[in-house]
């Protein structure tokens, strides 16, 4: 496999584990035995060229692990990452160029140095020449709207403008392969709309995105095909048009001030999985089939309810659906 | 490739140069800081004149003022942990350029304040002391001030390389390193008044032959071969710490790339 090969990521059997030596006990002159996690435990995956592929999971699922790897920030335990046929372990200086990172968040941008700087020490890093690097930082500043602020310190950035930095960041070097780790996090509605359609620009140009996400409707939006990842292991890898259908079936349906009569009622329409009363008296019902909140909603407000609402499972509540009608084991 | 690392020295230099002007402005530099270097010289200068001799306190006054760029260098162990707080190292060592020449240019503005600030010590206070620099031959030090504040910024950089794994310690290893530096460079006392042992630490640290070579351009006492010698040595124990630092940066990223230690937006 070579930088011509289809596969931008290849990984095979890949596992991290991270071992903590760990303090003696009181009054023990032993030190106890370290203990080890494993963050990543055997994934295998491809990701072909050009295709926006995302990495689902909760908090502490693997995907940020993974993403390191692949940066070559971190070195596996055992098992094989290569980015575009290169090895990330040992062919570092052929891997590094291939790749940009953009972290989600304000950390990892010289805040006293201008946008313009910015760039232009980042094109440096990335061993563009002088020129290059400065027409590439002119051409990032103007596309991702920043022109106009281009010659102002970082630090009196807004976060959005800040996110669109970092990505102009990651993109200053013309990586082949893009991993973005949870960029939109931190960033209002507005801001993570106009991010997404950034990655949606850099979709058309061919590049390799990796995305890592705990957002399904924003992996659902942007991915080509997603991996979901939970407690290290790789769950599979599906259609975001299945995400599509997850989230719809496991909607809910919010509502206050609903009579018992009528709470009696929704809890024996078909697809209805659960209803749910709190404190204060408002419901939450949970649905698992197609149509089943549009049923909901409709005998809520021939009711006289007024005060509803519908949302999306999170998906930490899909992998418990999911996980759970699989049968597999949540670490 | 040299203009490659020249271009991310310059621009590693810029940020530091930036996070600088957070600190001072110009007038704060020269009220808030020259001032507090002025009076550490002249206390220690004091001690001359308090013992009523006037060579005692000639020794003080050029040591402690010289000292004063190795002190100001030295904050490059503090500072250089300051790139882990921009949550840059991550994406430094993911870059295709050396961390290491980041790592070594983002400190270069306390080696200008230090220069700076130490020669206009020596020079402002000189004649408050009644010592005679001998100008215009003086000048001359200004060079072998930079360079005993660039062997001690080299130096400061294999510190603040270990330091970069145990942030806590940037400023206690700092601080004992710069009184150490004080105590047997010969900045307040000959060295020859130490043991052997420490006579042999002292010349293979920095600011000992930097220091010497000073002292002998303002005597005038001193041969000029032996000045250069001193000079030559002062750059040798320079270089040598700065190759130490940059496989010490090497070493940094290649372990944290093993265990883990670097994560993404530390």
């Known amino acids: 496999m070579t930088e011509s090969s289809p596969l931008a990521v290849a990984v095979a059997d890949l596992t991290r584990t991270f071992v903590r030596s760990r303090s003696r006990l009181p009054g023990r002159l032993k030190r106890r035995p370290p203990e080890s996690r494993t963050a990543l435990d055997a994934i295998t995956l491809t990701v072909p060229s050009g295709e926006v592929h995302g990495l689902l999971g909760p908090n502490g699922a693997g995907k940020t692990t993974l993403c390191k790897i692949l940066s070559t920030v971190l070195i596996p335990t055992s098992g094989i990452a290569k980015v575009f046929g290169h090895d990330v372990v040992v062919s570092t200086t052929r891997v590094r160029p291939l790749v940009g990172v953009v972290l989600g ?227 | 490739m040299i203009s490659d690392g020249l271009r991310i020295l310059r621009y590693a230099a810029a940020s530091g140069f930036a996070d600088f002007r957070t600190i001072y402005t110009v007038r704060t530099w020269i009220t808030g800081w020259l001032f507090r270097v002025l009076c550490q010289v002249s206390f220690f200068a004091l001690i001359g004149r308090l013992i009523d001799s006037p060579e005692y306190t000639e020794y003080l006054l050029i040591g402690n003022a010289v000292m004063i760029a190795a002190m100001e260098s030295l904050f490059v162990v503090a500072s250089t942990s300051w790139e882990r707080w921009t949550g840059s190292v991550p994406l430094l060592i993911a870059a295709p350029a050396s961390l290491a020449l980041v790592l070594c240019g983002r400190s270069v503005q306390w080696l200008a304040s230090g220069t700076a600030s130490a020669t206009l010590a020596l020079f402002l206070l000189s004649p408050l002391f009644g010592v005679d620099l001998r100008l215009p031959m003086a000048l001359v030090v200004i060079p072998l001030i930079a360079l005993v504040g660039l062997s001690t910024y080299c130096f400061g950089l294999i510190l603040g390389g270990l330091v970069l794994r145990a942030d806590s310690l940037r400023n206690v290893v700092g601080n004992l390193t710069m009184l150490s530096l004080m105590a047997i460079s010969g900045a307040q006392v000959p060295v020859s008044v130490w043991p052997d042992w420490l006579q042999a630490l002292s010349a293979v640290l920095p600011v000992h032959h930097g220091l010497a070579a000073i002292r002998g351009v303002l005597s005038a006492e001193m041969g000029f071969t032996e000045v250069l010698m001193h000079v030559g040595m002062e750059a040798i124990v320079g270089t040598a710490s700065l190759g130490v630092a940059i496989l010490g940066f090497k070493r940094f990223a290649e372990s944290g790339r093993r265990s883990g230690a670097i994560e993404f937006g530390s």
């Open chain 1, 105 to 331: 968040g304000e950390r990892g941008l010289y805040t006293r140095l201008t946008a313009r700087q910015n760039l232009m020490y980042w094109s440096a890093l990335y061993r563009q020449p002088t020129s290059e690097g400065a027409e590439r930082t002119a051409k990032l500043l103007e596309r991702l709207g920043l022109e106009e602020r281009a010659d102002e310190r970082v630090e009196t950035f807004s976060r959005g403008m800040k996110q669109r930095l970092h990505l102009a960041r990651g993109l200053v070097g013309n990586p082949r392969l893009l991993i973005l780790d949870e960029p939109t996090v931190g960033l209002d509605p507005a801001a993570a709309r106009d991010f997404r359609g950034l990655v949606r620009q850099l979709r058309a140009e061919g590049r390799t995105i990796l995305l890592t996400t705990h957002d399904m409707t924003e992996a659902e939006e942007l991915c080509d095909r997603v991996t979901l990842i939970d407690s290290g292991k790789l769950l599979g890898t599906e259609d975001p048009r299945t995400i599509g259908e997850w989230l719809s079936a496991w909607e809910r349906v919010t509502a206050e001030g609903v009579p018992a009569e009528l709470i009696d009622r929704i809890r024996k329409v078909e697809g209805v999985a659960g209803v749910e009363i709190d404190s204060e008296g408002r419901i939450t019902v949970e649905t698992a089939g197609d149509g089943t909140s549009a049923a909901v909603l409709s005998l809520l407000v021939d009711g006289g309810v007024t005060s509803l609402s519908t949302s999306r499972p999170s998906l930490e509540e899909v992998y418990l659906h999911l996980i759970g009608s699989r049968g597999l084991n949540v670490g």
